[in-house]
T-cell receptor, first 113, second 113 residues
């Protein structure tokens, strides 16, 4: 049973470009969560999605960031017009039910030059 | 906002000794707690969880203790091994938090051979 998959594992972008991060949840999981981790810090919640719905986006910046989890395909975290402060590790987690353990993917490390 | 914090940022133990990692939480509405282990360059790995209707839960070589009176959580690792070296995070959530996990800053565990 494959775990949570994320790609790319490493992404380098120049300021002003767009970054698209993908997450495929564990098989059978319909709840997806995105977190951001700055160096030597804990993870910070960004957004919680179920298929085709955003349940909670209270941790996501109001501008330049968006997330989706379509009926078919992976969840996408999109960052437009990236700035250096967006450099971080972005982790996706999934759970089979709400209020259950969340299993994390390996993360995407975004570097903005 | 309320947050989860850790008492000790770094813990060094001798191989074979027991390790205790502590965590204080401030949100009295939290009722679900998880310990994660994160190795360098990897995503958080689920270790053990506990719900607020319990005060102790045991896994393989690990035990989580929950003291709701003083809002304290601990992770005990028996017979610590070099492979246990990592950063350990406690995370908490509650039904009012809508499934989003609030992570502590992390404790670095170093195992000396």
């Amino acid at each position: 049973n494959a775990g949570v998959m994320q790609n790319p594992r490493h992404l380098v972008r120049r300021r002003g470009q767009e970054a698209r991060l993908r997450c495929s949840p564990m098989k059978g999981h319909s709840h997806v969560y995105w977190y951001r981790q700055l160096p030597e810090e804990g993870l910070k919640f960004m957004v919680y999605l179920q298929k085709e719905n955003i349940i909670d986006e209270s941790g996501m910046p109001k501008e330049r960031f968006s997330a989706e989890f379509p009926k078919e395909g992976p969840s996408i975290l999109r960052i437009q017009q990236v700035v250096r402060g967006d450099s971080a590790a972005y982790f996706c987690a999934s759970s089979g039910q709400a209020y259950n353990e969340q299993f994390f993917g390996p993360g995407t490390r975004l570097t903005v030059l | 906002g309320e947050s989860v914090g850790l008492h000790l940022p770094t813990l060094s133990v001798q191989e074979g000794d027991n390790s205790i990692i502590n965590c204080a939480y401030s949100n009295s509405a939290s009722d679900y707690f998880i310990w994660y282990k994160q190795e360098s360059g990897k995503g958080p790995q689920f270790i053990i969880d506990i719900r607020s209707n319990m005060d102790k839960r045991q896994g393989q070589r690990v035990t989580v203790l929950l003291n709701k009176t003083v809002k304290h959580l601990s992770l005990q690792i028996a017979a610590t091994q070099p492979g246990d070296s990592a950063v350990y995070f406690c995370a908490e959530t509650g039904r009012l938090d809508g499934n989003k996990l609030v992570f502590g800053a992390g404790t670095i565990l170093r195992v000396k051979s």
